[in-house]
C-alpha cells in the first residue's frame, strides 16, 4: 500500500502565500504523476495541478502564475507553492499519485491523502 499525507494548509490572510507539502510512502517503484485537487465548500473536487515525472506540469487556467507545483522525486515529495491568495482559494486541498508498485507490475495505482485544509481570511 501507499499512504499519503498532506500538511502546510491552515488560515491565511488575502493575499498572502502558503506551501503545501505531500509526503508519499509505501511500496512505490516509480511516480508517473503527482497531483493537487482541490474541493471549496459545496462544489465538487477539482484537479488544477499536476506534474509528471520527467518534470512536465500541467495547470487550470484560472491558476497559472499563482500556484506553483514542484517535486523532490527523490524523496517522495510534492508541493504546492500558493502566492496571491483569494477568498475564494478557500477549500480542502488534496494529493493524490499515480504509481507503480513494483518493476513487474505494468498496474498503475491510484492513491489519494486526506486533505488538507487551507482557509484565506479577508
Known sequence: QVQLVESGGGLVQVGGPLRLSCAASGSIFSIDVMCWYR???GKQRELFADITSSGRTNYANTLKGQFTISTAN???M??????????EDTAVYY???MVRR???DA???????KGTLVTVSS
Open 39 to 41: 474541493q471549496a465548500p
Open 74 to 76: 527523490a524523496k517522495n
Open 78 to 87: 510534492v508541493y504546492l507553492q500558493m502566492n496571491s491568495l483569494k477568498p
Open 95 to 97: 494529493c493524490n499519485i
Open 102 to 104: 513494483t518493476s513487474s
Open 107 to 113: 498496474t498503475v495505482y491510484n492513491y489519494w491523502g
